[in-house]
Nanobody, 121 residues
Framework: QVQLVESGGGLVQAGGSLRLSCAASTSIFSINTMAWYRQTPGNKREFVAASIASGGSSNYIDSVKGRFTISRDNAKNTVYLQMNNLKPEDTAVYYC??????????????WGQGTQVTVSS
């Protein structure tokens, strides 16, 4: 079992910034992908950003490109989401996600507890 501890959420005005952290209980070298999702009441949990271990690539949902950056600190077993130029529509509970793949399919998946991000207009 991989434990994910998420922190860094809060209240910020539109145009401001927040940095979310996700600390894993194991080396992130053993995790194929680390990602961030978000969810608002009544909606499905939606993908935001992902960091792929192999090749060190990342990808983002279109609405956050150029504003959000996902990064890793391997020594601290921590993944971050730097969120700049926040907009009210970014308001959501943000969740850390870890996936381990085997033979091209998801074998294990873990979630953090979530942290609230609220952006005021």
């Amino acid at each position: 079992q991989v434990q994910l501890v998420e922190s860094g959420g809060g209240l910020v005005q539109a145009g401001g910034s927040l940095r979310l952290s996700c600390a894993a209980s194991t080396s992130i070298f053993s995790i194929n992908t680390m990602a961030w999702y978000r969810q608002t009441p009544g909606n499905k949990r939606e993908f935001v950003a992902a960091s792929i271990a192999s090749g060190g690539s990342s990808n983002y949902i279109d609405s956050v490109k150029g504003r959000f950056t996902i990064s890793r600190d391997n020594a601290k077993n921590t993944v971050y989401l730097q969120m700049n130029n926040l907009k009210p529509e970014d308001t959501a509970v943000y969740y850390c996600n870890a996936r381990i793949y085997e033979t091209g399919a998801i074998r294990y998946e873990y979630w953090g507890q979530g942290t609230q991000v609220t952006v005021s207009s």
